[in-house]
């Protein structure tokens, strides 16, 4: 389409600083994740002797042999095996509620369906608010307990109607024959509607569960005995310990490289999954629905 | 026309729509199944609490019953309205949302508006998942990453000794050993860069839907037409997607006093409190952890009247000005 026009030297100028600007920006998002990969496999002396480096002059895993061992070893295990539970099981739950909700939601005709739909809409807009919310969760038994983590989220209201619009714009002609072939409702959402929705469960099922794993408010409000902390917690806590906030004076202060290696395992998982996340948002799920 | 015919509707009739509906009810009963788990969550964590508003009328604490409580009115409003903190804390969450309307709000419209000028789409592919990584990582990486390039070193003053790499960029740049972190003036800035870093690439998205949305033959009829580049951005480009940018205006407004609660939750410390403490951090810590259920609460419901009325007023003017808006 371009072929009809002839670039002028201003235009090649305007180009090039354009490709110039979003490459150093580009950089410059991710450059703080390179270093503190390159610091986590540096030894403390020389973090504490370089301001910036990408290679580190003499690469050692003594950063993580340090997490995996000792009482802090014991943390991290423990916090890593309650953040994979959390986030496996609460992923599962999420995926349970959305799905069944939104197809339950998907007949245009089903009567009281609209009053559900402005319940929700209603909730999208006005809350409890924190308290409420808290005081409610502790009633119900759930205070201190993992449910608490996973229970109180477990439908988004957006990913939910999203997920519906896809509903409905399935074809109707297979569930129609699905029917007549005596197939009750639930046996078309099970065999025709999830088969054929697996990319919009990937996706969501992708969202809720980097949302379960970096979650760190969940945690702070509903939970109190540290040995159910998740990682964002653990790895919180030995990062800002120094010397005036650590409880014992005997505990010995995470060193820098330490620390560096922690944030790298809270952050290794969403780089594994990101490409995944790429390619189904690249798709326009998320957007293309927006409308709806 | 519909309250003539009912009205017309003999007792027959009715009767008959009546077993229709039942019919219809009973048709669908494994669609109800299906409905029922996600009603009930909806029913159970986001309506019931909204009873739990009443609290905001009691003088309610940690360890009382709420049947206990005391009715004491509008008190915690007074209250908090009186009190010493509320100017504060209105002015400090004041100044992080305005700074994140004025310096972040823009930048992802610019972001996508050079993103769309590359032709290149492997390399704006790229690009875009360059930019997209730091909004999937979660706030306490992005604090603890702030922390550690933004610290002073081990030992002050000792050239053996080095601060974090933005801490000594700084230095070399300003000539200054700043501490940006316990410092009530600066912190409104480490978190304004830090929502810049986090959120600004992912931000893209939604404008560049919309601008994948545009009608290409109105480039070429522009270009056949002898337009510049520059034209065609002002021309072309900026309306098509002032729609989506007066609808995320409006969102934004509606959340005027969302700073956002995990963010500052994890950079406030006791030096920088005075500075960063808002609305919602204080319910966090006066409510949460101090136990003062009504008079947070309150303050919760302060904050949903007041980000209700945003939206209104900013939708409003968004018609006001000819644009669809949100609603």
Redesign the interface.
């Known amino acids: ?2 072929s ?2 002839r670039k002028t030297f201003g ?1 090649w100028v ?2 090039i600083i ?2 110039l ?3 150093i ?3 410059v ?2 450059i ?2 390179i ?2 990969i390159a ?1 986590s496999f540096a030894p403390e002396s020389e973090i ?5 480096f990408l290679i580190p002059d003499n690469p050692t895993l003594s950063a993580y042999e340090d997490v995996f061992s000792g009482s802090t070893g014991v943390r991290v295990i423990r916090s890593l095996a309650v953040s994979v539970g959390v986030t496996v099981c609460g992923t599962l739950i999420n995926l ?3 799905l ?6 998907s ?1 245009t ?3 009281g369906k609209k009053a ?1 739909l402005n ?2 809409l209603f ?1 999208m ?12 969760v502790k009633n ?1 038994g759930m205070y201190d307990t993992f449910s608490a983590l996973i ?2 989220g ?2 988004s ?1 957006y990913n ?1 109607l999203i997920v519906r619009n896809f509903f409905i714009e399935l074809p109707n002609e297979l569930e129609e024959a699905a029917s007549i072939d005596g197939c ?3 046996g078309i ?1 099970i065999k025709i509607a999830l088969p054929l929705s697996l990319p919009v469960i990937a996706t969501f099922g992708l969202f809720y569960a ?1 949302g379960h ?5 969940g945690a ?2 509903y939970l109190e005995d540290q040995n159910k902390y998740p990682f ?2 653990v ?2 806590n030995i ?2 310990q120094t010397a005036d906030t650590s409880a014992n004076a005997d505990q010995e202060l995470p060193e ?1 490289t330490l ?2 290696a ?2 790298v395992i ?2 290794v998982p ?2 594994c999954v ?1 490409p995944f ?2 390619k189904h ?1 690249a798709a ?1 799920v ?3 629905a ?1 409308k709806g | 026309m519909a309250k003539t015919k009912t009205a017309v509707l003999t007792a027959e009739q009715k009767a008959a729509k009546r077993a229709k ?1 039942w019919t ?2 009973k048709r ?1 009963r ?10 009930l ?13 009443l ?1 905001s009328f009691q003088e309610y604490y940690a360890g009382l019953s709420f049947f206990d409580a005391r009715w004491i009115g509008f008190q915690n409003f007074v209250d908090f309205f009186v009190g010493a903190d509320f100017l504060r804390l209105l002015k400090n969450t004041l100044i992080i949302s305005f700074m994140n309307l004025i310096f972040y709000f823009p930048l992802p419209i610019i ?1 996508s508006l ?2 769309n ?3 290149v789409q492997w ?1 704006k592919k ?2 875009q ?6 909004h ?6 992005i ?3 702030s ?3 933004l610290k002073t ?2 030992i002050m003053g000792n050239d ?6 933005l ?3 700084i230095k070399a740049i300003s000539g200054k050993e700043v501490d940006l972190l316990e410092n009530p003036s600066s912190i409104y800035w480490v978190l304004l860069f830090q929502a810049i ?1 986090k959120e ?2 992912w931000g893209t ?2 404008f560049l ?1 919309a601008l994948a949305g545009v009608d ?1 033959e109105q ?2 009829a522009a ?2 037409d002898g337009a510049t ?1 520059w034209q065609q951005l002002i021309y072309i480009t900026i309306p098509a997607i002032l729609g989506t940018i007066v609808t995320m205006f409006v969102l934004r407004m509606g959340s005027v006093l969302d700073t956002g ?2 963010q500052i ?2 950079m406030q410390n006791t030096l920088n409190q005075s500075a960063s403490e808002t609305f ?1 951090t204080y ?2 810590n006066y ?2 952890v101090g136990g003062d ?1 009504g008079h ?2 309150a303050i ?2 302060f ?2 009247i007041v980000s ?1 009325t945003c ?1 209104q007023l900013a939708n409003r003017a968004a018609h006001a000005v000819g644009q669809a808006g949100l609603f």
């Open positions: 389409m371009l009809i026009k235009d305007g180009e354009i490709y600007v979003l490459t920006l580009a950089v998002m991710v703080p994740f270093y503190v610091a504490q002797s370089r301001p910036i349970f509620f959305t069944t909700m939104a197809y339950g939601l007949r005709n089903l009567i559900v319940m929700v909730t807009v006005v809350n409890g608010g924190m308290i409420p919310t808290f005081l409610l119900l229970l109180p477990a439908i209201a939910m009750s409702d639930i959402f980097v794993w970096n979650n760190y408010f702070l409000l964002q917690l790895l919180r990062v800002m820098d620390k560096m922690v944030i809270g952050t969403i780089l990101y996340l790429q948002f326009g998320m957007v293309g927006v | 509906t219809q009810i669908d494994w669609m109800y199944l299906l409905l029922l788990p996600g009603f969550f909806f029913l159970i964590f986001k309506i019931f609490p909204l009873w739990g508003i609290i972001l050079l993103l000028e590359i032709k390399y790229v690009l998942t360059l930019v997209y990584v730091p999937f990582v979660s706030w306490v990486v604090a603890s990453i922390f550690m390039i070193p081990a053996a000794y080095t601060g974090g790499a801490f000594e960029i870093w600004t690439g998205v939604i839907a290409v480039y070429e270009i056949v580049r609660f995990e939750i994890l919602d319910v966090y409510g949460r259920y947070t609460t919760g419901l904050k949903s209700l939206i």
